[in-house]
C-alpha cells in the first residue's frame, strides 16, 4: 500500500493507575506508551509512575500515515504497556485506544470546515486517558522480569602435570571482548535469532548483560527474520520418514510458509478446511498446532528442542545462544559463536556462564608460574614440549625427534620458536651450539633469531606495542635481553597488580634453521645457554658468564633438536616422471612418489600396461596393478618417510581409498616395509627412526571401478617433518597424478558393444616405455 507520512503531532494524554491497590503498586516498573500502525511502531515514550493515586501523564511525537490523495491521516492505536521492545510490545496484552485524526461530523458544513482547517493546523491532540486494570498491571509485573546474565570470557589452556600423570586445565581471562546474548526461536525446518542485549568484559575476563524479558504468546507468523535450519530438516525429516511422510521440496523463501505445510498435513491425512482446491503459493491461514499434531508422528525430542509444532508454548522465558567479538591484533575476530543446538533453554533470572575463546582470542598469559632464579629451563620447541623431544643415544640414536617416546620420531624443520623460562638473576643469554657432538660454538646470526613481544597497556584493542627482543652485541658477545630485565630497564610500562602483562611470557628466541651460510643443515644439534649480569650502565658483567644448569638439576639446561629441512632436489624430469612448473609433482625427492607403470591382467597372455589418457575396457574380473614408488634419501640425516596413500578420483567429487584392503592391498614391488606409515614400516622390520621407503604394487580389479568415468589416480607421500606444531602430512609433501579412462561393458554397454575390442598392445612411446618397466 502506497502511503506517505503526515506531518508530525504530538500526542498528549493520561494513563490512570488509580484502580491498582497500593499494596501491589511497584514504582520501579516502568510504562511505555506507543502509537502503532500496520504492525510497526511509529513513535514510542517511556513514563515512570510515582503512585498509583495519581494521573500519570505523557506526550509523544507521532507522524500519522497519510494515504496519497486523503486529506486526513490513518487512525493510529495507542498501547500502554511495559517498557519492553516493539516486538514483545504488540504481542502481549496491553492497555489500547484508538485515535482518529478526522474530526467528527456532527456539525453543519461551515463548522465542519472550520474545524477541518482548525484541525490541520494543530500541532498537538489530547486523546484522553488509558485506564490501567489490575489485571493488566499484574501481567506486566509477574509476566515480564529482569534477566541478569554474569560470566566469564576465557582462554581454556590444558596442562599435563608429569608428577601426578594428570592433565589440569587454566583459564586465561579475554579482556574487552563484546559478548552479545541471542534469543532462540524454532517453527518446523525455521529457526531465527533476536539480538537481546551485550556486554563487555573487563580486565578478568568478567561481563554482566541485564535485560527485561516478557511472557509472550507464541505467535510464529508475526515474526519476522527466519532461516532454514539443516540441522532441525535432517531431524524433521528423519521423523516422518519413519511414517511415510515425504519432506516437500524446500520453499524458496526464508520465511516460514503455510501452503509447505499444509502440503506436509494433507500427506499425512489432514482434511483441508476450505471446499476449494488448495492454490500453489496462496494459503487461507497458516495451520494450526493442535491441527498438525492431530495427523504428524509425536516426537518427545523435537518437543524438548522447542520445535514447533511439537513445542507450542508461551515463550516466557529468553532461549539463549552467544556470540564473542574481540579486536586482537587490529582485527575484529569472532572468538566464541554457538550453534543452535547449544541452546540454553528458559534461563532463570540469574544465569552465570563459562564462555570459551578459541584460538583467535587474545587472552592474558596468567597461566605460568614465576620463574626460579640462578636457572633456565627451555619448556617448549614450537609447540612440543621438551620432554617429548628424544635424549637417548641409543641405538637406536633417537636424540631430537619430536614425540620419540610414543615412536613418532619427527625430526624438526625450519624457524624453531625456542620456549622456556630464564631465572630473574639473568639479564642477558647466548647460545652455543654442538653439530653432531663437535665442538661448541655461539650460535650466529642470523641462526640465532630474535622477536617481538606484546603487552596489555589496559585499552582496547589488544594487544598494545610489541617490543623486539632480537640479538645485539655487546661488550663482544651476541646476547639476547631477558624479558625481566628489560622490565627493569623499562619502568614507564603499564603493570597491574604489580606485574607487566606480556602476550609472550616464554619465548627465549628463534633458532632459524634456514638461515643462509649459518648453519649446515640436517644433522643433530645440541643447544645450551650462557648467562650474564649487567652493571648499571647495562654493560655485561663478563666475569658473570656461566653456563645456566636446569631448573631444579645440576647439570647444564641443553636441548637436543634433530633437523631436516626439505631440499629441493630432483632428477630431471621426463616424461613418464614430470615436475616443477605445469606439474603437481615438486621437483624434490624429499619425499619423491611416482607411479612407474600400470599394467592390465599382468601375469597373463593378456598382459598389456598402459599410458595416461587410454580408455580401457574392462571386466569385473579383469586385474589392474598399479607399481609405483615411495621414497626419501637413503642416508643417515634422512629416512624420515611419514607414509603415503594413494586414490582414485572420479565423477563430481567422488573418490574411494585404494590399498586399504577393500580396494586391492598395498604389496612389496619386490621388497621393503610397505607401511603405508611409519607406525606400519616399523611393525614390518623398518630400522627405528628411519624408514626410507621403496617399490610397491596394489592389484585392483574391474569391479573395484564402480562406474563408466575418467578415473585420476592420485599418489600422495609425506616426511615426518615438524616445526614443533604442525601436522606432518601438510609439510614436505609431494604428489603425482595419472589419468585414464574405464569402460566396464555391464554398466555401459551401448558405448562398448563388443567386449573383443580390448585395448590393443602398446606399439611404442609412454605406453611402451612403461610397460617394459623403464623407471
Not at 216 to 238: C, F, G, H, S, T
Not at 268 to 288: F, H, I, T
Not at 605 to 615: E, L, N
Amino acid at each position: 500500500m502506497s502511503h506517505s507520512t503526515s506531518k508530525p503531532v504530538a500526542i498528549h494524554g493520561t494513563i490512570d493507575l488509580s484502580a491498582i491497590a497500593p499494596d501491589d503498586f511497584d514504582a520501579s516498573l516502568q510504562l511505555r506508551v506507543a502509537a502503532v500502525y500496520d504492525g510497526r511502531v511509529l513513535a514510542s515514550t517511556t513514563v515512570a509512575a510515582e503512585s498509583p493515586a495519581a494521573s500519570v501523564p505523557f506526550s509523544l511525537d507521532a507522524e500519522p500515515v497519510l494515504l496519497p490523495g486523503a486529506r486526513w491521516p490513518c487512525p493510529i492505536r495507542l498501547l500502554v504497556g511495559p517498557d519492553v521492545g516493539d516486538m514483545e510490545l504488540m504481542a502481549m496484552d496491553t492497555a489500547a485506544m484508538d485515535v482518529d485524526f478526522v474530526p467528527p461530523r456532527d456539525s453543519g458544513r461551515e463548522q465542519e470546515q472550520a474545524a477541518d482547517e482548525a484541525a490541520k493546523a494543530a500541532a498537538t491532540l489530547a486523546v484522553g486517558t488509558l485506564v490501567v486494570t489490575p489485571a493488566l498491571y499484574f501481567c506486566w509485573l509477574f509476566c515480564c522480569r529482569t534477566y541478569t546474565i554474569r560470566g566469564r570470557v576465557v582462554c581454556r589452556h590444558w596442562i599435563y602435570d608429569p608428577q601426578t600423570g594428570r592433565y589440569r586445565f587454566c583459564d586465561a581471562p579475554v579482556p574487552g571482548a563484546t559478548v552479545e546474548a541471542y534469543d532462540v526461536d524454532r517453527f518446523f525446518i525455521w529457526y531465527r535469532r533476536d539480538f537481546i542485549a551485550s556486554g563487555v568484559t573487563d580486565i578478568n575476563g568478567n561481563f554482566t548483560i541485564r535485560f527485561r524479558w516478557c511472557c509472550l504468546r507464541w505467535w510464529p507468523w508475526v515474526l519476522k527474520y527466519w532461516a532454514i535450519d539443516p540441522d532441525l530438516v535432517v531431524q524433521v525429516q528423519a521423523l516422518l520418514q519413519q511414517h511415510g511422510i515425504t519432506l516437500p521440496p524446500l520453499p524458496p523463501g526464508p520465511d516460514p510458509d503455510p501452503v509447505y505445510l499444509q502440503q506436509i498435513a494433507a500427506q499425512a491425512g489432514l482434511a483441508q478446511r476450505a471446499s476449494a482446491a488448495m492454490v500453489p503459493g496462496v494459503a487461507a491461514e497458516p495451520v494450526s498446532a493442535e491441527a498438525m499434531l492431530s495427523v504428524l508422528p509425536p516426537s518427545s525430542e523435537l518437543a524438548a528442542l522447542r520445535v514447533w509444532p511439537w513445542w507450542n508454548g508461551n515463550d516466557c522465558a529468553p532461549d539463549v545462544v552467544f556470540r564473542v567479538t574481540q579486536l586482537c591484533d587490529g582485527q575484529l575476530r569472532v572468538i566464541h559463536s554457538e550453534t543452535n543446538a547449544q541452546t540454553r533453554w528458559d534461563i532463570p533470572t540469574s544465569l552465570h556462564v563459562t564462555l570459551l575463546a578459541n584460538q583467535y582470542a587474545c587472552c592474558l598469559p596468567v597461566c605460568r608460574d614465576p620463574e626460579c632464579p640462578e636457572c633456565l629451563q627451555v619448556t617448549y620447541v614450537g609447540c612440543t614440549t621438551a620432554s617429548q623431544i628424544g635424549e637417548t643415544a641409543g641405538p637406536p640414536d633417537l636424540r631430537g625427534y619430536a614425540l620419540a617416546a610414543s615412536a613418532g620420531d619427527r625430526p624438526f624443520y625450519g624457524n624453531l620458536q625456542i620456549r622456556g623460562a630464564v631465572g630473574s638473576d639473568v639479564d642477558y643469554f647466548k647460545v652455543q651450539v654442538s653439530r653432531n657432538g663437535g665442538a661448541w660454538t655461539d650460535l650466529p646470526v642470523p641462526a640465532f633469531a630474535g622477536f617481538s613481544r606484546s603487552y596489555w597497556d589496559g585499552s582496547n584493542p589488544v594487544p598494545a606495542p610489541a617490543p623486539a627482543f632480537t640479538p645485539v652485541l655487546k661488550n663482544g658477545e651476541t646476547v639476547i635481553i631477558t624479558r625481566r630485565h628489560y622490565e627493569d630497564l623499562h619502568p614507564a610500562l603499564p603493570r597491574f597488580g604489580g606485574s607487566v602483562i606480556w602476550f609472550d611470557y616464554d619465548t627465549l628466541f628463534y633458532f632459524n634453521t634456514l638461515a643462509s651460510g649459518a648453519l649446515t643443515p640436517d644433522a643433530l644439534y645440541e643447544l645450551r645457554f650462557i648467562g650474564y649480569a649487567a652493571n648499571a650502565a647495562d654493560d655485561l658483567i663478563l666475569s658473570s658468564a656461566r653456563l645456566l644448569p636446569g631448573c631444579g638439576q645440576h647439570s647444564t639446561e641443553s636441548v637436543f633438536i634433530r633437523i631436516d629441512n626439505q631440499a629441493m632436489a630432483h632428477l630431471p624430469p621426463t616424461p613418464l616422471h614430470p615436475c616443477g612448473p605445469g606439474s603437481v609433482h615438486l621437483c624434490t625427492n624429499e619425499p619423491d612418489c611416482y607411479i612407474r607403470k600400470i599394467c592390465v591382467n599382468e601375469g597373463t597372455p593378456a598382459q598389456h600396461c598402459i599410458s595416461a589418457c587410454d580408455i580401457l575396457r574392462l571386466a569385473a574380473s579383469d586385474t589392474l596393478t598399479i607399481h609405483f614408488t615411495v621414497s626419501v634419501p637413503h642416508t643417515v640425516q634422512d629416512g624420515h618417510l611419514g607414509g603415503y596413500t594413494l586414490a582414485a578420483e572420479y565423477g563430481v567429487s567422488l573418490a574411494f581409498d585404494i590399498g586399504t584392503g577393500l580396494h586391492g592391498t598395498f604389496a612389496p614391488d619386490p621388497t621393503f616395509e610397505t607401511g603405508p606409515d611409519y607406525l606400519s614400516a616399523l611393525g614390518q622390520g623398518a630400522p627405528r627412526p628411519h624408514w626410507f621407503g621403496g617399490d610397491y604394487k596394489v592389484t585392483l580389479r574391474g569391479s573395484d571401478f564402480p562406474v563408466c568415468c575418467a578415473y585420476l589416480l592420485r599418489l600422495r607421500a609425506w616426511k615426518r617433518t615438524t616445526d614443533g606444531c604442525s601436522d606432518p602430512r601438510y609439510v614436505h609433501h609431494n604428489e603425482f597424478e595419472f589419468a585414464f579412462t574405464v569402460l566396464r561393458p555391464e554398466l555401459c554397454p551401448d558405448i562398448c558393444p563388443d567386449r573383443a575390442l580390448a585395448l590393443p598392445a602398446p606399439a611404442s612411446g609412454l605406453a611402451t616405455a612403461m610397460g617394459t618397466g623403464a623407471p
